[in-house]
């Protein structure tokens, strides 16, 4: 992993503390991955259209875990940094960059498993709270700060060389933030959640043991006839993504405690029962 600059404010409240490049770890890599070293993965049509659209962006927000003093946190950021390159062993291609060519009017862009690795960004907010975040109507504005790569889309990667994927830490007054973005051309939500959760096992569970998280599945599957790589019928790649400015919304999100599921499930089933209905009763899910 290597440093790659320090101490940088950043707005709302979120100072970047450090940021860096981590590689695959050779101790979390699976047979398939190691494979793909220096190949090149050709994007599928359902590849290539999400590279209009922004990165996959999604956290947890966890309470503060007792690492005590200042070293201990740092110890906690090396701790997740060691187990994303851990995991990022198993999912290899995401280490690499995309590629693009243009040639006689069409644009081509792959995957290139160049191993150069993902970005991890480590970053305080002490001015914020979890109950800033977690008990809020609406989603505050800072919580787009705690990911490293928002507000890019899926081909600015391809023509600027960035990573394709990115995690952050951030240490609130009271807590944790873990982020992580992952451009929508390389990787679905399944995939993105498949990631997430091996690198959450590796991290409790330590550098050498086993993990039941399964690897992933990295072969990609075209229909017949379809040209591989796909020509796009663009000159240039800029012409693929219209940009424009929204207009500013805001959005919200609930949640149900487990007394209020339970009541739920409960009222729905009687109502069900009551119809007369014959329906299976309703789970709560």
Request: glycine share 8%; hydrophobic share 40%.
């Amino acid at each position: 992993m290597a440093l790659e600059d320090s101490t940088d404010t950043s707005s709302a409240g979120v100072c970047v503390v450090s940021r860096r490049t981590v590689q695959p770890s050779r101790s979390g890599e699976a047979t398939s991955a190691v494979e793909l070293k220096g190949e090149t993965v050709h994007l599928t049509p359902w590849d290539l259209q999400m590279l209009t659209v922004d990165y996959i962006q999604k956290g947890v927000l966890l309470p503060n875990p007792p690492t005590g003093d200042g070293d201990g946190r740092e110890r906690l950021v090396g701790s997740l940094a060691s187990s994303f390159a851990r995991a990022l062993g198993r999912f290899y291609p995401f280490a690499g960059r995309l590629a693009v060519e243009e040639r006689q009017g069409t644009v081509t862009v792959s995957l290139r498993c160049t191993g150069e690795g993902a970005e991890f960004v480590h970053a305080v907010a002490p001015g914020i709270t979890v109950a800033d975040v977690a008990a809020s109507t609406y989603v505050p504005r800072v919580v787009w700060s705690f990911f490293p790569l928002d507000g890019l889309v899926g081909a600015d990667a391809a023509a600027g060389s960035r990573p394709v994927l990115a995690a952050q830490v951030t240490e609130l007054a009271d807590g944790v933030f873990v982020a992580m973005s992952l451009s929508h051309g390389v990787a679905d939500g399944t995939a993105f959640w498949h990631l997430f959760n091996t690198w959450s096992e590796m991290s409790r569970t330590g550098a050498d043991a086993e993990i039941s998280t399964p690897p992933p599945v990295l072969e990609r599957w075209f229909p017949d006839a379809c040209p591989v790589p796909i020509p796009l019928p663009f000159a240039k790649l800029d012409d693929i993504v219209r940009r424009f400015e929204c207009p500013p919304v805001q959005e919200c999100f609930f949640h149900f405690s487990a007394e209020r599921v339970k009541n739920l499930k409960a009222r729905a089933n009687a109502e069900a029962a009551g119809a007369g209905a014959g329906s299976a009763p309703i789970s709560s899910l």
